[in-house]
């Protein structure tokens, strides 16, 4: 299957900071990229979409002045948590889908996930 | 409610037991479903997928959806320990660009 890395796996900041997390898809070109939070015991949350070359949507709730992403490139998109909070700690997870032609369903492929911890 | 409902688990189980997990969810107009195994502290990654409803067989892993009960199912059979892990259930209205809504998860261990 294609795959998708994210860098960094870990990041321990201090509160106040901006960290910016990166998901790359290695051997494919996605069009659509999606960024997942996930805490302890909980589902993945769809923070927001982002389409190469156009702005994020963003899911209700979720802060896009917080969280920056950016898709630049079919093959990266960066995630920006500025000013984080302890409450920001989280599983933070993207995603990449590459749109085939024809019906079914087109399968989003998973990062291993950046582990967020805010001091 | 949630869109999506899962019972998190934990489910433990012998060696070569068959195991079943399960999802119920609320909307009508999901008619993608699909399965995902998560180990700890990766992402994850997709069993199968099962278009509107009915039955689809890969290996010892089996799907059903009975969307008039809205009810989707995935058994193991002959399990492994290497099938320990969570196991999310996940669903879209369509196969394009729309939403993924996953579950909470369940969290199998199979105990050798």
């Known amino acids: 299957g294609a795959v998708v890395s994210q860098h960094p796996s870990w990041v321990i900041c201090k509160s106040g900071t901006s960290v910016k997390i990166e998901c790359r898809s290695l051997d494919f070109q996605a069009t659509t990229m999606f960024w997942y939070r996930q805490f302890p015991k909980q589902s993945l949350m769809l923070m927001a979409t982002s389409n190469e070359g156009s702005k994020a949507t963003y899911e209700q709730g979720v802060e896009k002045d917080k969280f920056l992403i950016n898709h630049a490139s079919l093959t990266l998109s960066t995630l920006t948590v500025t000013s984080a909070h302890p409450e920001d700690s989280s599983f933070y997870i993207c995603?990449?889908?590459?749109?085939?032609?024809?019906?079914?369903?087109?399968?989003?492929?998973f990062g291993p996930g950046t582990r967020l911890t805010v001091l | 409610q949630k869109e999506v409902e899962q019972d998190p688990g934990p489910l433990s189980v012998p060696e070569g037991a068959i195991v079943s997990l399960n999802c119920t969810y609320s909307?009508?107009?999901?008619?993608?479903f699909m399965w995902y195994r998560q180990y700890s502290r990766k992402g994850p990654e997709l069993l199968m997928y099962t278009y509107s409803s009915g039955n689809k067989e890969d290996g010892r892993f089996t799907a059903q959806v009975d969307k008039s009960s809205k009810y989707i199912s995935l058994f193991i059979r002959d399990s492994q320990p290497s099938d320990s892990a969570t196991y999310l259930c996940a669903m879209s209205r369509s196969g394009g660009y729309q939403k993924v809504t996953f579950g909470t998860g369940t969290k199998l261990q199979v105990i050798p």
């Open positions: 909307n009508s107009a999901f008619q993608y």
């Open positions: 995603s990449a889908r590459q749109l085939a032609g024809g019906p079914g369903y087109n399968e989003q492929f």
